[in-house]
């Protein structure tokens, strides 16, 4: 049997956060795509909020691990 559980949060202000950790980060962008498993487009409509759907829990989370950060993100009621 398989379930599927999908919930989506809206989290304000993510994307600038991505970016000013990307910036610290001492990565170039291309570093960052490269390790994350991303395009550089794809890269910058995270950080520009301007993506058509949503980015997914892997995604953020290699975001985290790549960047060594915690964005607080919390999928938990």
Known sequence: ??????????V???GEAIKKARMN???TVDQICE???VSRTYWYDIE???????LSREN???????????LGVNFDD
Do not use: A, Y
């Open 25 to 27: 980060s001492g990565k």
């Open 12 to 14: 304000d202000g993510l």
């Open 35 to 37: 390790e994350v498993g």
């Open 48 to 54: 520009k909020e301007t993506l058509k759907g949503t």
């Open 1 to 10: 049997m398989r379930i599927r559980w999908i919930k989506e949060i809206e």
């Open 60 to 70: 953020l989370e290699n975001i985290e691990q790549v960047l060594k950060i915690n």
